[in-house]
């Protein structure tokens, strides 16, 4: 994948978990509603005061991880923006010594919006997008004029062949090319590792919620009627969707499928153990 592919990879993951969020807000609507329909019945009776207890701490607790995850994300999007930022803000201190008019065609340069690394606060996507941008696209000027440079010094190397001494201009533009093109290694370097954990947290926010959202599914599969009028866009892969659905169970599927197996060292901790612990009953016995 070049940049913007990958960019747009992490961009439509963006859109996918503000869309799950979303679609679990829409379920914990429906269901203080439902609530909200019982809770009349319930307080006419003194006795069944406590009846909705259970549901009441479904939604509660529901409506808390939904609350969790979004702070979450949220949190995840402005230390996006702080990586994108650092990177943009590295990369203009790196060129300080450099003529930039030999390699830019204008100012590309934009004054965005300083991260701050004490105080919480959000930022735009689009604000992502557009530091994000102009990262890449001063990386490709860069990268366009080393290729200038390039055939630039292989035809003073021709020239230096006929006769012509230049050869220490040849020897300075190699290495000013050469510093520029170790520069620009290092800024894709970064932005490939930037890329593979977004998409690598973001993968596992969609599992996450995905998880949530088929749980209350399962939970409340008695109440048939959904209070949005939309459909749920929300779907599984169909053979993980096929395998839930046959066990309503889905906490023991998926827990089959992520078992946890013990280190050497937690078995033998735990043989150790044991061990201790028959010889405490044999010396009980004995006593």
């Known amino acids: 994948m070049n940049n913007n592919e990958e960019f747009l990879y992490i961009e439509d993951s963006k859109n996918d978990i503000y869309r799950l969020i979303r679609e679990l807000n829409i379920k914990c609507v429906n269901l203080e509603e439902l609530y909200k329909e019982y809770l009349p019945e319930v307080l006419k009776h003194d006795d069944h005061l406590m009846s909705l207890d259970v549901l009441f701490f479904q939604i509660e607790l529901t409506q808390s991880d939904i609350n969790n995850y979004t702070c979450l994300f949220n949190s995840f999007l402005s230390r996006m923006y702080g990586m994108y930022y650092k990177l943009y803000i590295k990369i203009i201190h790196s060129l300080k010594d450099i003529k ?85 290694r290092l800024f894709n370097n970064i932005l490939s590792n930037y890329y593979e954990y977004q998409k690598k947290f973001m993968k596992r926010m969609k599992l996450k919620l995905k998880v949530l959202y088929f749980q209350l599914d399962s939970d409340i599969e008695y109440e048939t009627i959904s209070r949005s009028d939309s459909k749920s866009n929300v779907s599984f892969d169909s053979s993980v969707d096929s395998e839930l659905t046959k066990n309503k169970d889905f906490e023991s599927v998926i827990l089959d499928q992520l078992e946890f197996t013990p280190s050497v060292e937690d078995r033998k901790e735990k043989e150790k153990k044991n061990l201790y612990n028959v010889f405490i009953e044999s010396l009980a016995r004995c006593i």
């Open 100 to 184: 930039l008019d030999n390699i830019f065609d204008g100012d590309i340069f934009i004054k965005f919006t300083p991260f701050d690394d004490i105080n919480s606060r959000e930022y735009k996507f689009e604000e992502i997008q557009k530091v994000h941008n102009t990262i890449t696209n001063v990386i490709s000027s860069i990268t366009q004029y080393i290729s200038k440079q390039k055939y630039s010094i292989e035809d003073d190397e021709v020239r230096t062949n006929k006769g012509v001494n230049i050869s220490q201009l040849v020897f300075e533009k190699t290495h000013d090319n050469e510093i520029l093109l170790q520069k620009t």
